[in-house]
């Protein structure tokens, strides 16, 4: 390219339609790279098209910085949040969906679970953007509860029923292991041994042998098998249609489980009952929104951290989440590689 060196101006070199700054590739190839980069890991991608590892991310890096200036957030109604670990340790990055019916994507990542973290993402979409969401889906965690409370001030804040349901999981399987190691050191047959996934896992997902290994164990009066049916009744708690109803039976089912002398279930209806009205929001919605859209987002967030054998910095993990889930824009170009 042709450099001219203006008295008035200084140097000035000619700008092409074809190419952007100091990139030594054309934004052609550029975008084609990053096409395959979705598809591959950026090894892949280098190898398959005999370039080097530094040129993908050069071409994936143009592609999603120029996405993310064009993009239109338009009007937010319901988003998803939630928090995945990268790295080693505890290393944990925030993430916010758009979880509507017609646009599922990353809005934004945040670098650490914090309140100071998850503050940014209100302040990148504005208060008049925040206060027209209608949804939240989040979990029980405090500092987002908080947040979610101070700005989106218009919004039905639903509970992540999948933390609800392993919450229930994990005092069931609390109940079990304590009670199976007291009946080895009491000397009674350990009836309990290798039933945990029986008592854990869903009646219809059980195999056979886990089915007759249920049947032999509910034939004892314990109290891991009354957990286990306390754990069974609570799942039509889902099933109602009507707010009123459903916190009824919510209501009933903790009366009866606190009479039960079971504590890691007493305390798991201290839980429900703290959070009895945002659990109630799920019914309040018309279960039209739920957790399951986050959890299926964070199950490809992490598979693209497995298929790079995961990435060694916050940048290159933002880069790449933001590429494969965020379905930015592209530029339009005339012409494309096939």
């Known amino acids: 390219m042709r450099r001219v060196n203006c008295p008035t101006c200084g140097v000035k070199v000619e ?9 030594t590739l054309c934004k052609a190839y550029m975008l084609h790279l990053a096409h395959w980069a979705r598809k591959l890991s950026w090894k892949e991608t280098a190898e398959s098209f005999h370039t080097s590892w ?3 991310v050069q071409s994936v890096q143009y592609v999603v910085e120029w996405g993310l200036e064009h993009r239109e957030l338009g009007t937010i109604r319901a988003i998803g949040v939630d928090e995945i670990q990268y790295g080693n340790g505890h290393q944990y990055v925030t993430l916010v969906y758009q979880i509507e019916a017609g646009c599922i ?36 965690w405090k500092p987002y509860l908080t947040l979610i409370e101070k700005h989106c001030t218009n919004a039905l804040n639903i509970l992540d029923r999948f933390r609800v349901v392993a919450k229930l999981n994990k005092a069931l399987d609390e109940v079990r292991a304590s009670e199976a190691k007291k009946m080895v050191q009491d000397g009674y047959e350990p009836v309990l041994k290798k039933s945990r996934w029986c008592l854990l896992k869903k009646p219809e997902n059980l195999t056979d042998h886990q089915r007759v290994k249920l049947r032999e164990v509910l034939r004892y009066n314990l109290k891991s098998v009354r957990a286990y049916l306390y754990k069974e009744d609570f799942q039509r708690f889902w099933k109602y249609e009507s707010p009123v109803w459903a916190g009824k039976f919510m209501d009933q089912w903790c009366r009866d489980v ?8 007493k305390k798991f209806v201290g839980t429900l009952r703290n959070h ?7 019914f309040r919605a ?15 967030a992490k598979v693209t951290m497995r298929k790079a054998y995961g990435y060694k910095t916050y940048e290159m993990l933002e880069l790449s989440l933001y590429h494969v889930l965020g379905k930015l824009p592209e530029p339009q170009l005339n012409h494309r590689f096939f």
């Open 286 to 300: 018309k279960k039209a929104f739920s957790s399951g859209v986050v959890e299926g987002l964070n199950n490809k």
């Open 276 to 282: 009895r009205e945002l659990l109630l929001n799920y």
């Open 15 to 23: 700008e092409v339609p074809w190419g952007t700054g100091k990139h």
């Open 105 to 140: 994507r990353l809005l934004w990542i945040g670098k650490e679970r914090t309140m100071a973290s998850f503050e940014k993402f209100f302040t990148l979409i504005g208060k008049e953007l925040a206060e027209k969401i209608e949804f939240v889906c989040s979990d029980m």
């Open 258 to 265: 606190m009479h039960s002398k079971i504590d890691p279930l």
């Open 54 to 56: 530094d040129k993908v």
